[in-house]
Every structure is written in structure tokens, then in C-alpha cells.
């Protein structure tokens, strides 16, 4: 039960857990991983958002974990179509009501993005009022926002009167945005990694395999290790109980530094195709 005593602190004061397990639609949505990884396995912090479709899902899963509301870390997230103030707002209601808590942990505009035609600037600007209200309100116990490059945020400083408490971006070995989490950090954000394993494709990356042999590691524990040595938290995502269990336990070993810089260097010079895809790109998508 190691997992759920591990938390990085946001600049408020709240604690995050460091490991959680994400529950994207991608590979569809397994109940038994999920109350696995929170019956069993200590994880105590949940990613989910509107898009996934399964707020409700989630919802059920944790009454069955048995785990007690307070001890949870609950992350959801607004999809740009419901950007706006009131947009938000409703978005907001419907998924506290969807996974059946009174509260939110951690609520994200989920993507710097806005329907084609619209102003993206005021309309994030309008949602991001909509989650200073939830957050004064005591209805979620801390804010933040996703996927948000530093012009974003740049954008966003200009209308906000809470900065971010955490920013949720892709990191993993072939993607490693150094520049914004320097940004992010120097506006005192947390950083939450999603897709923490490139969505599987890190795993049988060579360096990854080598040193999984080298600690008598799964490929899976030695990436979730390497970001949270970075003091980042991860939230990876598997539909079966035995991988959950499996990447929960990366807290009873150490990467070394030379082992840390040769992961750190791996985005530099593996062409790997990167999943990262431009916000509209995705937004279209929808
Ligand atoms: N904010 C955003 O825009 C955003 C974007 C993407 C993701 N996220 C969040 O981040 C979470 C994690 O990211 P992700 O789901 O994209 O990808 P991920 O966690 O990097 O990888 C998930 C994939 O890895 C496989 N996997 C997991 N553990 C494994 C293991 N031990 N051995 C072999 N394969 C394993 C899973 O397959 P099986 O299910 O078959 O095990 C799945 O295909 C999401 O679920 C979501 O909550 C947020």
C-alpha cells in the first residue's frame, strides 16, 4: 500500500498522490483494473475527464472499492466544446453528479482549443473564471489545466486570478517538453504525466528493455519510475488487474543518474512517431 503515501504537494497546500491510474477511452474502460488498483494496490488517485465517457463508470467503481471518499484524489476535465462560462459550469455539475462525489480533487480545461470560429482565448478564459468560482466554492480542491503549451499559458495569465495549481501533459521517454516544465514549475505548478508509456509504445523501446533487465524490472516500472523521479506524477492506464499491480510497484528501487540521463536523452534521438498531435488536430477529431 505504498502507492497512496506518496503525494507531491500543490502550492496550496493539498497533496497529490504521485501515482494514479488514468481511464481513458482508448482500450475501453475496465472496472475490475480500476477497483483493483484501488483495493488492492493502494492508488489513490484517479484520472478521468468527459471525453472518456465513463465518469459514471468510475463513479461506480470506487462505491465498490469500498475506499472512502476523502482518501481519494479525483481528477476530471472539461472538453473544449463545453468551454464558455456557463458551458462549463453545467459541464462541471453534470460530471460531480456522473461519478457521484460532492467534489473534484483536481478539475483541467482539458485542451487549449475551442470549436472552429469561435474566440479560444475568451472562451478559456470564461471556462477558467467557471473553475476559479468551483475552487473558492470548495467544490473542487484544486485547478488546472492540460495539454497547454506556454503561449497558452501566457494567454491565460492575463485574464487569471489563480494561477494553475497543476498542469496534466504528455511526458514520457519520446516526448519530453523540458522548456514548459521549467515554465510550469516557475509559476509553482505540479506536473501530472498522461500517457506515461506512450500508450504501450515505450515499453519495448531497447534502452527501456535493457535496463528492465538490468533492475530485474517490468518495462512498464522502469517508465513510471523515470517520471516519478522526476517528481512528476504518472497515471497509467491498463484494462488488467495484473499490469496495474504490476506498475504500482516503482517505489522500492532507484534509477541511478546515469541510468535517469540516458531515459532523458532518448526523445533527442529516437524518431519515433510521437503521439503528440497538434489541439485541433484532436478537437476535429471529436
Ligand atoms: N489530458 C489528456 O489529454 C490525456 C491524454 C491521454 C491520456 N490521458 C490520461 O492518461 C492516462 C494514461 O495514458 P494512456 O492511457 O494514453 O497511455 P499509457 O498509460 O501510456 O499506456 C496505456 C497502454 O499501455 C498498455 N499497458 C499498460 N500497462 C502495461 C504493462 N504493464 N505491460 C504491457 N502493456 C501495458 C495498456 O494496454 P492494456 O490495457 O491492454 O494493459 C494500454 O494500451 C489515460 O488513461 C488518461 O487518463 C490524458
Known sequence: MEAETKCLQLSNGVRMPVL??????????????VVHALKNCGVRHIDTARL???????????????VNRADLFITSKVWPSQYGYQETKDAFRDSLSQVGVEYFDLYLLHWPASPEGTDTKQLISESWKALEEFYSQGLCKAIG????????????????????????????IFCYPEKLI?????????IVAHSPMAKGEA???????????KYKRSSSQILNRWVTQHGIATIPKSTKPHRVEKNCKIF???????????????????????????S?????RT
Not at 494514479?20 to 483494473?33: C, M
Request: charged share 25%; with cysteine.
Open 252 to 278: 522500492d528501487f532507484e534509477l541511478s543518474a546515469e541510468d535517469m540521463s540516458c531515459l532523458d536523452a532518448i526523445h533527442e534521438s529516437d524518431s519515433h512517431s510521437s503521439i503528440n498531435i497538434t
Open 280 to 284: 485541433q488536430a484532436v478537437f476535429n
Open 203 to 213: 515499453l519495448t523501446q531497447p534502452k527501456v528493455m535493457e535496463l528492465a533487465n
Open 20 to 33: 494514479g491510474i488514468g481511464t481513458s477511452h482508448l482500450g475501453g474502460y475496465s472496472d475490475d483494473a
Open 52 to 66: 472518456y465517457k465513463c465518469e459514471h463508470l468510475v463513479g461506480e467503481s470506487v462505491r465498490k472499492s469500498g
Open 182 to 190: 521549467e515554465y510550469c514549475r516557475g509559476l509553482g505548478m505540479q
Open 145 to 172: 489545466v492540460s495539454n497547454f503549451e506556454i503561449s497558452d499559458l501566457k494567454n491565460l495569465e492575463e485574464s487569471w486570478k489563480i494561477v494553475p495549481h497543476v498542469i496534466q501533459l504528455e511526458f514520457h
